[in-house]
């Protein structure tokens, strides 16, 4: 599985940016899509996680009812819309993929395929 992220940059805090995953080497089916964000000094956290062929979603506390995880079937891509962005949101977002769905879903060693990650920057 190959993943490429897209859509990062620079927003004001209050704004919303729109992330894209595009992945290839399915078929998807039972595969959880991920991302992950790492702020400077920091580790890399979870943010939200789906199951391709649906019924699965999580999001971390901290983006509950601010960021939205889908997918596009038709284009194979996940996408992350970012609403009422603050600057403790700012950090590289990845996107990342497992075989199949697990409870472990905010663990990143648990998946085994990494996008290249994209800058997001939200300013005060």
């Known amino acids: 599985v190959q993943l490429q992220a897209s859509g990062g940059g620079l927003v004001q805090a209050g704004g919303s940016l729109r992330l894209s995953c595009a992945a290839s080497?399915?078929?998807?089916?039972?595969?959880?899509l991920a991302w992950f964000r790492q702020g400077p000094g920091r580790g890399r956290e979870f943010v939200a996680a789906l199951r391709w062929g649906g019924g699965r979603y999580a999001y971390a506390d901290s983006v509950k009812g601010r960021f939205i995880i889908s997918r596009d079937n038709a284009k194979n891509t996940v996408n992350l819309q970012m609403n009422n962005l603050n600057p403790e949101d700012t950090s590289v977002y990845y996107c990342a993929s497992r075989i199949r769905w697990t409870t472990n879903y905010g663990s990143p060693s648990e998946y085994d395929s990494w996008g290249r990650g994209t800058q997001v920057t939200v300013s005060s």
């Open positions: 080497g399915g078929p998807f089916s039972d595969y959880a």
